[in-house]
């Protein structure tokens, strides 16, 4: 920001930007967007007629509580309604958490690389964020983590599989960093990809809140059930967490149509599932391909891969967009590539086989 007014807040001119993902226009042929971990799936038919039937009464607000979804969900992870906390995708239940629980001074915990809504929604509230670096492979570093708690420390955020690297944070290490925390403050497991999750060893937030209050979950509507454009999601915590939770959230943030979407999609499990499936192999198949062609990536747990590259990024970035395909570029750092339909999972193995990048495949 600049030339800022006298009447803004001090601090908010450092703020950074969220960098959605952006489409291409390729010089020729069709154009693919890989660059935001969408679904590439379209809703499943009856959650798209469950939102469209809303429509008609878009006149009147929607539950301000979304009590059927709330409901629903908790039936759904057998958990008691009080603990689910529906928002605006996971996101926005990330910032009436933040809202509820950090103010100035206080400080935040998470990974880096992780996603970048962490910082931005930190600094919102006048908390500091606090970045601990990842491992060479991508993972979080969790005894690093535990180190960096302190007395100001209000959270603690691990992004589980990490966006934008991949891997699953492991049940065991979890819990030896919620030991290691000792109750001082939450442990936020975002799982916004859970679904595409195949690592048997990975931590299951659902098991962890239903029997600690030191844990809180992070879930979305906008990945595994293609309701991106609609933006909800949920939290699971502890009954006193939650009430401080919904006490901060915009009023009526959920969308009628949302709700709708949501709960029809909760119904459809079994269709949700099979294009879950259809992903992951594709997930499976892609990284299989960049194996055998030399390349090294992180764990893939999530609907995307990571390409760490470094240095040459930009040209990465460049060389996608030339045969149509608009990726997430994170400069001097790495590639993230979300999976979508085969075809364009197929011009992705071409770009990536060409020689000029055999000297930063191993990153």
């Known amino acids: ?212 209050d030191d844990v809180v979950v992070l879930r979305t509507f906008s990945k595994a059930h293609g309701l991106a454009a609609l933006r909800v999601g949920y939290g699971l915590a502890t009954g006193d967490l939650a009430a401080a939770m919904r006490a901060v959230a915009v009023p009526f943030g959920v969308s009628a149509v949302a709700q709708a979407a949501a709960l029809a999609a909760l119904a459809a499990r079994d269709e949700i599932a099979a294009q879950v499936a259809a992903v992951v192999a594709e997930r499976g198949r892609v990284v299989d391909h960049l194996a055998a062609a030399g390349w090294r990536v992180p764990d893939a747990q999530g609907n995307f891969v990571w390409l760490g590259v470094g240095d040459a990024t930009d040209d990465l970035v460049a060389a996608f967009e030339m045969r149509g395909i608009a990726v997430r570029g994170f400069p001097a750092e790495g590639v993230r590539v979300s999976i979508g339909e085969p075809v364009a999972n197929d011009l992705v193995l071409e770009v990536l086989s060409d020689g000029r990048w055999e000297s930063v495949r191993d990153g």
């Open 1 to 212: 920001m600049s030339g800022v007014s006298p009447y803004v807040r001090p601090g908010l001119e450092s703020l950074p930007g969220y960098a959605p993902g952006r489409a291409v226009s390729p010089p020729h042929g069709r154009a693919y967007k890989l660059s935001s971990n969408e679904n590439p799936f379209p809703p499943v038919p009856g959650v798209a007629r469950a939102a469209a039937a809303t429509l008609g009464s878009a006149n009147r607000y929607p539950d301000l509580a979304a009590a059927d979804l709330t409901a629903a969900i908790a039936a759904t992870l057998e958990l008691p309604p009080a603990r689910v906390v529906v928002g605006t995708g996971s996101v926005g239940v990330l910032g009436q958490l933040l809202q509820a629980t950090c103010g100035p001074g206080d400080e935040v915990v998470s990974a880096w690389r992780s996603f970048e809504a962490y910082p931005i929604a930190t600094r919102v509230t006048g908390a500091r964020p606090v970045h601990v670096p990842l491992t060479p492979d991508g993972r979080h570093d969790l005894p690093a983590m535990a180190a960096a708690v302190t007395g100001r420390t209000r959270l603690v955020l691990v992004c589980s599989p990490n966006n934008p690297t991949g891997p699953t944070v492991h049940r065991r290490e979890l819990l030896d960093l919620l030991d290691a925390v000792g109750g001082r403050c939450p442990v936020v497991l975002d799982e916004a990809y859970a679904e595409f999750v195949r690592d048997p060893d990975a931590a299951d937030g659902r098991d962890l809140v239903a029997r600690r």
